[in-house]
C-alpha cells in the first residue's frame, strides 16, 4: 500500500497541485478546515472540492471530513449548513442506524451497501466533533443521503451516497490525537482573551476527567476577571487517550480496517473479467 499526502490551499492557485497524480490514487480522505465564510457555498474550498470531485471519479472511494464533507454534500445534493446556537465541542456517543442492523440489533450483511463499514463497531461508538455548523441528519435523509452513524446530541457523523462508499462523508473527527480537543480549547481561550465580544469558549464535552474540568472552570473565572493570558501558560494537555474520559481510538481503527478493506475488495472487483470470479481478499 502506497500512502501519498498532498497539501492544497484553497486561497492558492489550483496549479500548484499534482492533480494527475490526485486522480491516480485508489481512494482518498480530503479533510477539511475552519469556515471562511458565513454560508457553504461562499466557502473557498468549494471549488478544491468540486474539482475533487469531478478529476477523482474513477477513485473507488473518496472520503470527505470535516467542512469538505459539508462542501461535497452542497455540490452533490444542493443540501446547506446551519449555524449552531452553540459549539458541538467534545466526544459524544453514536448508534449504527436502523437501517444497517436486523432484529436483534446486529449488523446485517447486506443490508446496506455500506454497512461492511460499521461492521465490528460496538454501539455506543464515541466520536469527537469540533464545529459551530451542521448539516443536520433531518436534511440528509430528505436529500437521499444514506446515515450509517447518527447521534441524538452531535447529529450523523458517518453518511454515504447510495452505493455505500464511492462517496462517504464525516461530521466528526475520528482522527483527533489525545490532545487535540484540549488544544483546541486552548486555542479559543486565547482568541477570547483578544477579543472578548467573542462567546466565551465551552469546555469539550466528555472529554477531560472530573478532576480536571473542575480546575479548568476556575480558570475560565478568573480569566473572565484578570483577562491574563499568562493562566494559560499551565494549561492542561493529555499526553495519552488514558488521560482523557474518551478513548474512541478503537473505533476509530476499527472503521479505517473496515474502509481500507472495502476499497480494496472494490478494487481488485474492478480488475476481474466479466465472468470471472474475484479472487478473496485476505483480512489485514
Not at 492557485?13 to 480522505?29: E, H, Q, R
Not at 457555498?41 to 459539508?70: K, N, T, Y
Not at 461530521?171 to 488544544?183: K, S
Request: glycine share 6%; aromatic share 8%.
Amino acid at each position: 500500500m502506497t500512502v501519498a499526502f498532498f497539501g492544497i490551499d484553497p486561497l492558492r492557485a489550483s496549479t500548484d497541485v499534482d492533480w494527475p497524480a490526485l486522480a491516480a490514487m485508489d481512494a482518498l480522505i480530503i479533510s477539511g478546515s475552519e469556515p471562511k465564510a458565513a454560508s457553504i457555498a461562499a466557502e473557498p474550498s468549494l471549488a478544491v472540492v468540486d474539482r475533487i470531485l469531478r478529476d477523482c471519479s474513477g477513485a473507488a472511494s473518496l472520503l470527505f471530513s470535516c467542512q469538505s464533507a459539508h462542501a461535497a454534500l452542497h455540490l452533490l445534493y444542493g443540501l446547506e449548513r446551519h449555524r449552531l446556537p452553540y459549539r458541538a465541542h467534545g466526544a459524544f456517543d453514536h448508534w449504527v442506524h436502523s437501517a444497517a442492523l436486523d432484529r436483534v440489533g446486529g449488523v446485517q450483511p447486506g443490508a446496506h451497501p455500506g454497512t461492511a463499514l460499521v461492521e465490528g463497531l460496538a454501539t455506543p461508538v464515541r466520536v469527537p466533533h469540533s464545529r459551530w455548523n451542521a448539516m443536520t441528519s433531518a436534511d440528509l435523509r430528505a436529500a437521499g443521503v444514506d446515515i450509517l452513524l447518527d447521534s441524538e446530541e452531535a447529529e450523523w457523523h458517518l453518511a454515504t451516497a447510495p452505493d455505500g462508499l464511492r462517496h462517504l462523508f464525516l461530521q466528526g473527527h475520528p482522527e483527533y490525537l489525545p490532545d487535540t480537543m484540549a488544544r483546541e480549547h486552548r486555542r479559543d481561550l486565547r482568541r477570547w482573551l483578544s477579543d472578548p465580544i467573542r462567546p466565551f469558549p465551552g469546555i469539550p464535552a466528555r472529554y477531560f476527567p472530573h478532576e480536571t474540568e473542575q480546575a479548568l472552570l476556575d480558570l475560565a473565572v478568573r480569566l473572565r476577571t484578570t483577562f491574563d493570558p499568562a493562566l494559560l501558560d499551565g494549561f492542561p494537555l493529555p499526553g495519552r487517550y488514558s488521560d482523557v474520559v474518551a478513548d474512541w481510538t478503537a473505533d476509530a481503527e476499527v472503521f479505517f480496517a473496515n474502509w481500507l478493506r472495502a476499497v480494496a475488495d472494490a478494487r481488485a472487483a474492478s480488475e476481474v473479467p466479466t465472468g470471472t470470479a474475484p479472487r478473496p481478499i485476505p483480512a489485514t
